[in-house]
């Protein structure tokens, strides 16, 4: 998390940005509370129950992270980089322990820990496959003969047989021997890439599982194959489970059951001496589902699972039920909301089919299937609970949120012929929604009182909605439609460079708004005025007179498209967001931008204010979703305290003063960082009658660091005629009682000595040029001879 600060002149924010995770390959710890996940160049650390970041691990190199492996004893991390580079982490500390060259000629694809946690194994992209005890630090095996990429290795679970398995692009196992350091056998049953290893517990029986669509079952005292399983799917990992009954995933005998996870998007629970699915879970149609990795936590009781859009699926390994889902990598985000009456949860729509809902406060994460294509708007109803999306599938869905927080479909609807590009629902009460798409229409969906009733929920499935009104309203495609507070008023703003006014809810025409050079990406109402607001790529925001259709006033300063606007402070400030990234806070009574808020690197879509108006969300093409605050009354508040400190810590230096306790004013005066105070104090000592003594004993008691923030103000001082007096006052006392060791040992003396060495001659040439003035009249008063007077005349 990221926390950031800004303020302006009206209103300040500061941000708290979500870290989004590209899992590859992830780990869980045996406990099941850490999870370990690549990111680019580092290795995230996350809480499992709380879903944030502990701690982002990264090579000094600073290049991709190849592969990674946690050891079984969950002490050690070894990560691999691009740069053929090994590094050991004590990831608990955050630290690396030890960095060593790979000595493979190509990165390293997989790696993999022994029982024992002291044999690491590394396959690389050179076909080799290298072993190293990471106890005692040195190399002990290189093996050779893999063609192409080494993309798996694993070790046998029992540690006294030493023996190594690694898989390459031939599809087939190798078997190597430490003690021998040769092969012992090539298992060859697949057709396509072998994608997982996995061993029973008492180390007889391997599965190996391939794109092949098989899973074949190994005993590995003869090395042979038992039994080839089809399941009809590519399988990207398979796991063993525990021989133990589990009768929710149809395990009522004992015996070898594996489960799979695969192209179908569904974990399977497959009987090995039959062959036969005794379990599926429920398979849920759409891209980004399938299934890319799979992994048991045994002490947890936990299985992991990554789809393909890179979201990560927690459930219980003894029932399959989902306990934790983590968004991984929301790639460009279309659209942001607020969701529940506190405003405690999020709404995400990125470049997927899927919604992503977050909790505020634990990060927990929903994922919302329905839509077949990419979700392209959202919108939320007054109350918080009920919410409305729109995609490129040409339909529309309602939403509804319950108390404990978990999210349902109760509504859906279809009717244009494009793509839906914008949504909006009504204001004053949850009774329709209107929508704009790229067929130049726009259709007024009314909810059904059924939907709106406490009672109803959602087992029936949801309820199909029909549009009451459609209108064309544009030439060209409809980027946004907003609903008046009052919910009479439709405003619908195009490519075609107007926004238009419409009577609701028959959709009549009431007016035009024209004067935008190009199109409109965003239209909204004012909360407290008859106005509205656009948006357009011509960079500009405008307001408008809902009345007479004129244009009031007209904000630039976005270099690019501006996509979103909306009203904030009670509709006294606008907030804009642009294709540059930025957002921009405007006030409206004076067209100022009060502030820039630079927290996004492309295009921002989203753009929501909360209810309270406290808070912003955005989201942006460069994947974040950034929460912003209000902190304007903090800030008031804090500047307020200070400005009553100050008073009562002047108050109480003039009766210091007054009371001539010098020392103390002295202290409070260097307390207060205020170089004219502490000269006011250095001036009422030096009046004193006693002024050289009292000078000398008052800067003679201060603290160190006092002292090094008065030789700083002397700085300051000297560079004016009128007090460079008391700056050399106090140099004076300093360079007659410090020793020069000890002088040059404060924090800053050289930079302070550099700024006093030139005014000091600067000073001293003037007084010697005064004093040899002074020494000349001098010479001449003494020099000067007058004439006698002349006597007067004796009086007769």
């Not at 629970?269 to 048991?296: D, F, I, K, M, N």
């Not at 977050?358 to 959202?378: N, P, Y």
């Not at 209108?471 to 075609?496: E, F, W, Y």
């Not at 003679?700 to 007096?725: G, I, M, P, Y």
């Amino acid at each position: 998390v990221e926390e950031g600060q800004a303020g302006g002149d009206e209103a300040a924010w500061s941000c708290r940005m979500f870290p989004w995770l590209r899992p590859l390959c992830p780990q869980l710890d045996q406990t099941g509370q850490h999870l370990f996940c690549v990111c680019g160049t580092r290795v995230n650390i996350l809480d499992v129950a709380s879903g944030a970041v502990l701690r982002s691990l990264e090579q000094e190199d600073q290049e991709d992270i190849t592969a990674f492996d946690l050891s079984p004893d969950d002490k050690v991390l070894v990560t691999a980089s691009r740069a053929l580079l090994l590094a050991q982490w004590a990831w608990q500390e955050g630290s690396v322990t030890r960095l060593w060259k790979a000595i493979h000629t190509a990165p390293v694809a997989t790696m993999a820990f022994d029982p024992t946690s002291t044999l690491l194994a590394t396959g690389g992209c050179d076909g080799a496959v290298r072993v190293w005890d990471v106890v005692r630090c040195y190399g002990t095996h290189h093996f050779r003969g893999s063609p192409g990429v080494v993309h798996l290795v694993a070790f046998h679970p029992d540690p006294a047989r030493l023996l190594l398995f690694s898989s390459a692009a031939d599809t087939s196992i190798r078997v190597w021997s430490l003690q021998e350091r040769s092969c012992l056998a090539v298992l060859t049953a697949h057709y396509s890439a072998v994608t997982s290893l996995t061993f029973s517990a008492d180390g007889h029986t391997m599965l190996s599982s391939g794109r092949d669509k098989i899973c074949v079952i190994w005993d590995l005292r003869s090395l042979q194959a038992t039994r080839t399983v089809p399941v009809f799917e590519s399988v990207e990992a398979a796991v063993l489970l525990p021989e133990e009954p589990a009768p929710e995933l149809g395990v009522k005998s004992a015996g070898l059951h594996f489960l799979t996870a695969g192209d179908q998007g569904a974990l399977r629970v497959w009987e090995a001496a039959s062959g036969r699915c005794v379990h599926a879970q429920q398979r849920l149609r759409g891209p980004g589902r399938e299934l890319t990795h799979c992994t048991l936590a045994h002490a947890a009781g936990l299985l992991l699972s990554v789809t393909a859009d890179h979201n990560l699926l927690l459930y219980d390994a003894h029932s399959l039920r989902l306990r934790k889902q983590f968004a991984g990598y929301s790639e460009e985000v279309l659209d942001v909301r607020f969701l529940g009456p506190e405003d405690s949860h999020v709404v995400v729509a990125s470049n997927s089919p899927c919604l992503k809902v977050f909790d505020l406060q634990t990060s927990a994460c929903q994922i919302l299937h329905g839509h077949t294509d990419i979700v392209l708007a959202l919108d939320v109803f007054r109350k918080g609970r009920l919410f409305a999306s729109c995609a490129k599938d040409q339909s529309i869905r309602v939403w509804r949120m319950n108390k404990s927080g978990e999210v349902a479909c109760v509504a859906q609807g279809s009717g244009h012929t494009h793509s839906v590009g914008t949504i909006c629902c009504s204001r004053l009460k949850e009774t329709f929604l209107v929508t704009g798409s790229q067929d130049c229409t726009v259709k007024l969906w009314p909810l059904p009182e059924a939907l709106l009733s406490k009672g109803t929920g959602h087992e029936g499935g949801p309820v199909f909605l029909q549009a009451q009104a459609t209108q064309r309203c544009h030439d060209k495609d409809i980027n946004s439609v907003a609903v008046a507070p009052n919910d009479k008023l439709l405003a619908t703003g195009s490519q075609d460079r107007t926004a238009k006014l419409w009577a609701l809810p028959r959709c009549q025409l009431l007016g035009t708004f024209s004067g935008h050079r190009r199109g409109l990406w965003c239209v909204q109402f004012s909360p407290m005025d008859q106005v509205l607001a656009t948006a357009s790529a011509d960079g500009t925001i405008k307001l408008w007179a809902l009345q007479d259709f004129s244009c009031l006033k007209t904000f630039e300063g976005h270099d690019a498209s501006v996509l979103k606007v909306a009203f904030v402070s009670r509709g006294t400030q606008l907030l804009s967001s642009g294709s540059d990234g930025l957002l921009k806070l405007w006030t409206i009574k004076n067209n100022e931008c009060v502030r820039t808020l630079d927290a996004h690197e492309d295009k921002v879509w989203g753009l929501h204010c909360s209810r309270l108006d406290d808070r912003a969300l955005t989201g942006a093409s460069d994947s974040r979703v950034v929460l912003w605050k209000d902190v304007t009354e903090a800030e008031q508040a804090e500047e307020q305290a200070k400005r009553e400190e100050q008073v009562v810590k002047q108050q109480e230096l003039d009766n210091l003063l007054h009371e001539k306790r010098y020392l103390r004013a002295l202290g409070l005066a260097i307390s207060l960082d205020r170089p004219h105070t502490v000269l006011t104090v250095i001036q009422a000592i030096r009046r004193d009658p006693e002024s050289c003594e009292k000078l000398e004993t008052t800067v003679l008691q201060l603290r160190r660091d006092q002292k090094e923030a008065l030789l700083r103000f002397c700085v300051t001082w000297n560079t004016n005629s009128r007090h460079c007096h008391e700056a050399q006052a106090v140099l004076g006392v300093l360079l007659r009682h410090e020793a020069p060791d000890e002088l040059l040992t404060y924090d800053g003396v050289r930079a302070s000595l550099e700024g006093l060495l030139p005014y000091t001659e600067r000073h001293f040439q003037r007084l010697s040029r005064m004093l040899q003035a002074a020494t000349f009249l001098d010479f001449l008063w003494h020099n000067m001879k007058l004439p006698a007077l002349p006597t007067a005349p004796a009086a007769l």
